[in-house]
Structure formats: structure tokens, C-alpha cells
């Protein structure tokens, strides 16, 4: 089994930026569970939705429209940690932050019901 620990969010002004990370751990952490990592977020009355997505080797990477530009996803295999950079940030870039990570491939995919370990979220407030 695979445990993801997010750690980074916060309460930060419009226009700054955070860092998250996303520490994993278990007997069982490789490049087979972990193939592909990601962040989802859920602002309230809203859905999960996708945010940014990295392939085992890090060489594949995908963000939503929303993002594209302002945040960067990034890994550290050797330390079993994802990170994403949030830059610019919007007051409608306020949510809880997840990490997912999808076992079984390194195609990177946007698809929340793809992915099999999830952290436990972390917030980000943007304030105006």
C-alpha cells in the first residue's frame, strides 16, 4: 500500500506563491505503483477536479487551461516526493489540494477514477 502526505498549503495574496509537496511512502513505492503522479483540487460546491499530471521519468507533463503557465509540477523520485509550484496565484485558484498516484503506467492521464492512492488534501487560500 502506498501513503501520500501533502504538506505546503496556506493562506497566501493574490498574485504570490506557494509550493506543495507530496510525500509518499510504503513498502510498496516504485516506478509500478507510482508511474503517474498528480494534483487534483476541490474548491467548495465544486467537484475534484484535475490540475497537473507527471509521468514516472518526469519527460510528461500535463496542466489544465486554468493553470497552464502558472503552475509546475515536479518530482523526486529518490525522495518518493511530487512538488507543484503555484505562481501568480488567483482567488479562484482557492481549494483543497490533492496528490493522486496511478499504478500500473506511466501515461500520464487526467481521468480522477484513473488514479488509486490519494493523500489526504491540503488548503490554499488566495485572498484578494
Known amino acids: 500500500q502506498v501513503q501520500l502526505v501533502e504538506s505546503g498549503g496556506g493562506l497566501v495574496q493574490a498574485g504570490g506563491s506557494l509550493r506543495l509537496s507530496c510525500a509518499a511512502s510504503g513498502r510498496t513505492v516504485s516506478s509500478y505503483t507510482m508511474g503517474c503522479m498528480g494534483w487534483f483540487r476541490q474548491a467548495p460546491g465544486k467537484e475534484r477536479e484535475f490540475v497537473a499530471a507527471?509521468?514516472?521519468?518526469?519527460?510528461?507533463?500535463y496542466y489544465a487551461d486554468s493553470v497552464k503557465g502558472r503552475f509546475t509540477i515536479s518530482r523526486d523520485n529518490a525522495k518518493n516526493t511530487e512538488y507543484l509550484q503555484m505562481s501568480s496565484l488567483k482567488p479562484e485558484d482557492t481549494a483543497v489540494y490533492y496528490c493522486?498516484?496511478?499504478?500500473?503506467?506511466?501515461?500520464?492521464?487526467?481521468?480522477?477514477?484513473?488514479?488509486?492512492?490519494w493523500g489526504q488534501g491540503t488548503q490554499v487560500t488566495v485572498s484578494s
Open positions: 493522486a498516484a496511478r499504478r500500473g503506467s506511466n501515461v500520464v492521464v487526467t481521468t480522477r477514477g484513473a488514479y488509486d492512492y
Open positions: 507527471i509521468n514516472w521519468g518526469g519527460g510528461s507533463t
